[in-house]
């Protein structure tokens, strides 16, 4: 099993550029995640999906939308790129409550 | 609000020595579930090891172990014997039941010294 596949793994941005970041998991996850990691700010929820058809804010979706296209792909939209939005973003998948956050390898994004 | 406190960014320990690092939270949740992930410089976040609140046994794994003080809502990690590979960020966490949120303290980094 690959787990939780995230695309790309790095990207440069031009401010005002758009991009989606992809993420699937294979393990039947009901729950997917995206965080943004800045340094000194541990990892910051963006958005999630507590089940497939659904979505809501997380601590920091300013500048973001995403999309559950179904139960095992999550992908993340930066409509206008920012440089304040240079970040190392991760996805994540859990199946229930309590249990563990299976992580994507991150992806790190940089906008100039 | 829910909340997760690492109020050391960073920590120093001789190999082969313990520490310790602390985590607070703040909940008003009786049944919850409290974790503690590594981040080494590739990246990846791995699980280090996983309290139930309800149990009162303090959880351990190998040479990680906690000490869970649920009263004063303290989730400290504890390394014995540490390794240069454990030089890394560790992550404390804490997801809100119902919404399934998982919150991430800021992080502490460790050094290992040889």
């Known amino acids: 099993n690959a787990g939780v596949t995230q695309t790309p793994k790095f990207q440069v941005l031009k401010t005002g550029q758009s991009m989606t970041l992809q993420c699937a998991q294979d393990m039947n996850h009901n729950s997917m995640y995206w965080y943004r990691q800045d340094p000194g700010m541990g990892l910051r929820l963006i958005y999630y999906s507590a089940s497939e058809g659904t979505t809501d804010k997380g601590e920091v979706p300013n500048g973001y939308n995403v999309s559950r296209l179904n139960k095992r792909e999550f992908s993340l939209r930066l409509e206008s790129a920012a440089p304040s939005q240079t970040s190392v973003y991760f996805c994540a998948s859990s199946n229930q409550k309590g249990w563990k956050l299976f992580f994507g390898s991150g992806t790190q994004l940089s906008v100039l | 609000a829910q909340t997760v406190t690492q109020s050391q960014p960073e920590m120093s320990v001789q190999e082969a020595e313990t520490v310790t690092l602390s985590c607070t939270y703040d909940?008003?949740?009786?049944?919850?579930?409290l974790f503690w992930y590594k981040q080494p410089p590739s990246r990846q976040m791995i699980l280090v090891i996983r309290?139930?609140?309800?149990?009162?046994q303090n959880a351990t794994e190998n040479r990680f172990s906690v000490n869970f003080q649920k009263a004063a809502k303290s989730f400290s990690l504890k390394i014995s014997d540490s390794q240069l590979g454990d030089a890394a960020m560790y992550f404390c966490?804490?997801?809100?039941?119902?919404?399934?949120?998982?919150?991430f303290g800021t992080g502490t980094r460790l050094k290992v010294l040889a």
């Open positions: 909940t008003s949740e009786s049944d919850y579930y």
């Open positions: 309290q139930e609140a309800y149990k009162q």
């Open positions: 966490a804490y997801p809100t039941s119902g919404t399934y949120k998982y919150i």
